[in-house]
């Protein structure tokens, strides 16, 4: 049998005083429940029914006030689950029911506020202001009222202050103005988000207003914490599969973690789909679609040995990069690829360099927003998902190291390369190579000496010593001042000692494999022909050209010996044994020099 009008008020009241109480323990769902059946108790009454005694009849005027209470009661549950829309209806209907709740219109702008709503949020307070200042017994709620309009009003400008950090790509002070505006919205998250803290779930940010997500993923995009960003931007389009902006951002934190063209034009063409005229990502694509072409066609040109042409399109990707995201980091490895094959070392480092450093700023980016980065080692390189990447820039930056004679640098670099691939035989090789280098680099570098790089040919070497030696042989240097002269019979004897060593394959390969080798005491570095057989002053200029092929006869002024003082003869001169003056050889003898 249904109750009369007075019960249902009775029982309406009786739930609602249960539901209070489990509104003061916290437990709102179940407060949210009994309420529920608080107002399902008042509309099943039969208050108006003709049936029903007029004297136990309730005018509306007295029944709306208590429906307002109980709405109003139930929007302050569902607001502290988070049902901000199923709240904002209980606020707006508690407020039809009452103009002058001022709860409920305060309620309602929170729940306007919850939603990223902040023009709504403000226009409920100030609707409710207008009725306190007309309203004698109201105005004790002008103080808060107050308080909330300031609320929303530093709402705004933290958000504003967000956007304009990040139009000046100043990505921190754009989540520190975004963090500040959430707290001002949702105190709960002041502990979250405390030290700019990194670890906060996904689910944290739940009932965040979806506009003010998308600045917090482009944020830490801006940031380089991408796995962040990356899954912040998953679970919004888990919340809404159809958002042209989620599916971009999405699509951008993927191509800047190094995802495939495929992948991330998916993600763009599905965007475009919903939204024909979303102009980001129209631009995002024709972007991505223009370096993926360009990279195919500096591969193809790097393939085909075109390493200028490979040059010019890799370094026009990197000038119209932005994002600084992985693509580039794999492009600046392929520039200094094919700056190496130029001999363009020092440019080549300068890349590698580059790459590294974003690499790492990408892979291992630091505990907390506001932490400064821990540099990784190679160590945290090996188990790196781009570990490979690491690899090959540190041989590579090695390889430009060991060509401009930095040793202490390549050996360093080889270091880190075996440390993340321990296994490779090569790099192993390599690394001794470097060392080698390192220890003779801190004696005498007899392939200096002769100017040649330490691959250099037999024949190379032979060459060159032939010039060094005929360029600062004594016999042609003879005239020279006492200081010049002096400076330059040392560089001769370094000639010869350099030459001694580096002619003989043994000893060449004792000094490639480290091992001290004096090449002044070496005297079959030319087959018995070194420099013990002519003196301490080492080889005739006469026997010297001989050698070589340089003398025909040796008459008229040393026939092959372009440069020489056309004063000599037919005879040359030697440092005899044990005496450093100059004496007559040959045929000629000497003979005066012009000026």
Not at 250 to 262: E, N, T
Not at 373 to 392: I, R, V, Y
Request: hydrophobic share 35%; charged share 30%; glycine share 8%.
């Amino acid at each position: 049998m249904d109750i009369d009008g007075v019960d249902a008020v009775k029982a309406a009241e009786e739930v609602k005083a249960r539901a209070n109480e489990f509104y003061k323990k916290a437990d709102y769902a179940e407060a949210e429940k009994l309420y529920s059946e608080a107002i399902g108790n008042l509309k099943k009454r039969r208050f108006f029914n003709s049936d029903i005694p007029a004297k136990k009849s309730l005018t509306q005027s007295e029944l709306q006030p208590t429906n307002a209470t109980y709405y109003a009661n139930r929007s302050a549950a569902r607001t502290m689950l988070k049902k901000y829309t199923d709240a904002l209806q209980d606020s707006k209907r508690a407020i039809e029911l009452d103009e002058f709740f001022i709860k409920a219109y305060i309620r309602s702008s929170k729940c306007y506020l919850n939603l990223g709503r902040l023009v709504e949020a403000k226009a409920e307070l100030q609707v409710a202001k207008s009725i306190v200042k007309k309203t004698p017994n109201l105005r004790d709620n002008l103080t808060v009222l107050e308080k909330e309009l300031n609320n929303v009003s530093k709402i705004e400008i933290f958000l504003k202050q967000c956007t304009e950090a990040i139009e000046t790509r100043d990505f921190k002070a754009a989540l520190r103005h975004l963090d500040s505006a959430m707290i001002a919205v949702d105190s709960t998250l002041a502990s979250k988000l405390s030290g700019g803290s990194r670890r906060v779930l996904p689910v944290d940010f739940a009932q965040v207003p979806f506009k003010w997500k998308l600045l917090r993923v482009e944020s830490l995009a801006g940031l380089k914490f991408l796995e962040d960003a990356a899954k912040l931007a998953h679970s919004m389009l888990m919340d809404d599969s159809r958002s042209p902006e989620a599916l971009t951002m999405y699509a951008r934190i993927q191509y800047m973690q190094g995802a495939a063209y495929p992948t991330v034009s998916r993600f763009l063409l599905k965007a475009l789909e919903y939204d024909q005229e979303y102009a980001t990502a129209r631009k995002l694509l024709k972007s991505v679609k223009a370096v993926e072409a360009m990279r195919k066609e500096g591969n193809e040109a790097f393939e085909k040995g075109k390493w200028q042409e490979a040059l010019d399109i890799y370094t026009k990707i990197l000038e119209n990069d932005t994002d600084n995201s992985m693509i580039r980091a794999r492009i600046l490895s392929n520039r200094a690829n094919v700056r190496s094959k130029l001999s363009l070392y020092e440019q080549s480092v300068t890349d590698c360099n580059a790459a590294l450093s974003l690499l790492e700023e990408l892979e291992f980016p630091p505990a907390s927003i506001n932490a400064d980065p821990t540099p990784a080692t190679p160590s945290d390189m090996k188990n790196s998902n781009e570990s490979k990447l690491f690899l090959k820039l540190y041989l590579r930056r090695a390889e430009c190291h060991m060509k401009l004679e930095n040793y202490d640098d390549a050996v360093r670099d080889y270091s880190s390369a075996e440390t993340i691939n321990p296994s490779d035989p090569a790099i192993q090789r390599a690394l001794r190579s470097a060392q080698a280098a390192q220890k003779q680099a801190k004696r005498k570098d007899y392939y200096k000496i002769l100017g040649v790089d330490r691959d250099a040919s037999d024949n190379e070497i032979k060459k060159a010593y032939r010039k060094c030696a005929l360029q600062h042989h004594p016999d042609k240097n003879a005239l020279l001042p006492p200081e010049e002269k002096e400076a330059s019979e040392n560089k001769f004897k370094q000639i010869q000692e350099a030459y001694n060593v580096l002619s003989d394959p043994q000893k060449k390969r004792m000094f490639d494999s480290g091992m001290d080798i004096d090449g002044e005491s070496a005297s079959d570095g030319m087959g018995g022909m070194g420099g013990n057989q002519f003196g301490g002053g080492g080889i005739p200029m006469e026997e010297l050209l001989r050698m070589f092929g340089g003398a025909q006869g040796m008459g008229g002024g040393m026939g092959g010996m372009g440069g020489m003082p056309h004063g000599f003869g037919g005879g040359g001169f030697h440092f005899p044994q044990g005496n450093g003056g100059y004496h007559s050889h040959g045929r000629g003898g000497r003979k005066g020099y012009r000026d």
